[in-house]
């Protein structure tokens, strides 16, 4: 299974950004995890970064016909970017969001995503995690 992993604006922060919040490990960190994990060894892995709303709604674009499956950490586009959303509702690849952090414990914005309705699964406060049940998900309905 050839799975997109698309981690948007800020992102590329970190291990410095809110490490109370984010923790301390950096994106090259989870990356590095995530391809290391048992439940990866099957599927290729291709990573997405831009903190560029354009960038990765040309991304999710250019991954139809090539990507059966895509996990996504919209950042803070979650809570606002239809344009998103619309991408994402349009290729149709099955896709599954992530948060490091609970969205829903946190500051009133942070608990609307405009693109959960059009994601296989939301998956919220799990840290790293998140991503590895994400792949998992995406397995589990390309069976």
């Known amino acids: 299974m050839n799975i997109l992993v698309i981690n948007g604006p800020n992102l590329n922060l970190l291990g410095i950004r809110e490490p109370d919040i984010y923790g301390h490990e950096t994106l090259s960190d989870i990356e590095k995890w995530l391809n290391d994990q048992e439940e990866s060894n099957c599927h290729t892995i291709t990573w997405f970064h831009s903190n560029h709303e ?14 059966d499956g895509i996990i996504i950490n919209p950042g803070a586009l979650t809570h606002y970017s239809f344009a998103l959303r619309d991408a994402i509702a349009s290729i149709n690849i099955p896709t599954v969001e992530v948060h490091l952090s609970d969205i829903y414990s946190r500051e009133v914005f942070r608990k609307v995503s405009v693109i959960k309705d059009v994601c296989i699964k939301q998956i919220s406060g799990m840290g790293k995690i998140g991503y590895l049940e994400g792949v998992k998900k995406l397995s589990i309905i390309s069976k």
């Open 54 to 67: 354009g960038a990765i709604i040309d991304r999710l674009h250019e991954a139809m016909g090539n990507t």
